[in-house]
């Protein structure tokens, strides 16, 4: 099979494709043809060794997992021993990452627990679109934000796919939305129905005076102090990624902002397909759809690791196999 090789850390655009052996499917491990796969935040992290924080995670001097990739839509193609939740033939979509990586190949031998029913609806572009980004808007809003109708909104990093995702779950509560974000994906941002925008590299949101119910961080780059200023008496700030040296601060000083007054400044961990189902229903129901920069080819996965890393991406970043 074909596959993306992350031997040692690297720029994306010097990856390799290489022609492996198809892998073989161990205990409660099903071997999945990949449809389509996304790039995301730890692809770019992974390939690169950087923040060096993530070498922790991915292997010290290079990586653990060769194959990056951490989602996937594809089709069983074998089953390992003890296998109860899917057979051959059925098709599947999930986040990887709590039982590892590997989903820029053609194929995949992965615990069963990673993957989910693929809705028959849903093509494998948009399935494979949307477990990480929606499940990070939803638990961010949802399950630690306690979102409620009428709430003021405000979205850090809001043209990418949390941001696409966090904006439909915002409006089924009648949220009052802002977007902050900048370059190409502002014209998307208004197509999709954000009700206010402000483009980060003209004017900074923390600085405008204005106050909100709920903000989702998906680029935090700035002191916990600053975002304090943006949230009202008893608002909530959700981090759900950004630089590591501002998350330390936010996790260091989240617990002395809660001693000091009613505001809440949290991050998020996120729970892999944890509310996949809910997500499901919402696609079903047409309450979200996701954002698609694609389909794009299996070749052009290392530039499009560079592209995402630029932020020049809209939505999801999704390629078919």
């Not at 996304?38 to 995670?57: E, Q, S, T």
């Not at 990452?97 to 069963?112: L, R, T, V």
């Not at 309450?287 to 698609?292: D, E, F, R």
Request: aromatic share 10%; with cysteine.
């Amino acid at each position: 099979m074909k596959a993306i090789f992350c031997s040692q850390y690297t720029s994306p655009e010097k990856l390799e494709i290489k022609e492996i052996p198809n892998p073989i499917p161990g205990k409660l491990e099903v071997l999945v043809k990949i449809h389509a796969t996304a790039i995301n935040d730890y692809d770019w992290g992974m390939v690169r060794g950087k923040p060096y924080l993530y070498r922790l995670i991915f292997g010290l001097r290079k990586p653990k997992h060769p194959i990056p990739g951490m989602e996937l839509s594809g089709v069983v193609e074998d089953t390992g021993d003890g296998v109860t939740a899917f057979k051959k033939g059925d098709a599947v979509f999930g986040d990887l990452s709590e039982f590892g990586f590997g989903s820029f190949a053609e194929y995949i031998a992965i615990n069963e627990k990673a993957l989910m029913l693929k809705p028959e609806a849903m093509s494998h572009e948009e399935a494979t679109a949307i477990p990480h980004a929606a499940l990070l808007a939803y638990q961010g809003l949802v399950k630690k934000g306690g979102i409620q109708k009428g709430q003021k909104i405000l979205i850090n990093g809001a043209g990418g796919g949390v941001g696409t995702f966090a904006l439909q779950i915002a409006k089924q509560y009648d949220a009052e939305v802002t977007g902050v974000d900048t370059g190409e994906k502002l014209n998307n941002m208004k197509a999709i129905g954000y009700d206010h925008i402000i483009d980060y590299k003209k004017e900074n949101f923390t600085k405008r005076g204005e106050r909100y119910d709920l903000i989702l961080d998906a680029k935090t780059s700035q002191s916990t102090w600053a975002y304090l200023k943006a949230l009202e008496p008893k608002g909530k700030y959700i981090s759900v990624g950004g630089t590591n040296s501002k998350l330390m601060q936010l996790a260091i000083t989240k617990g002395l902002i809660s001693g000091l007054t009613k505001k809440k400044c949290q991050i998020l961990a996120l729970q892999p397909n944890e509310g996949l189902d809910i997500i499901n229903q919402f696609y079903a129901e047409g309450k979200i759809k996701p954002v698609i920069d694609g389909p794009y080819a299996f070749q052009e996965i290392p530039r499009l690791i560079q592209y995402f890393g630029e932020g020049k991406h809209t939505g999801k970043v999704v390629i078919r196999l």
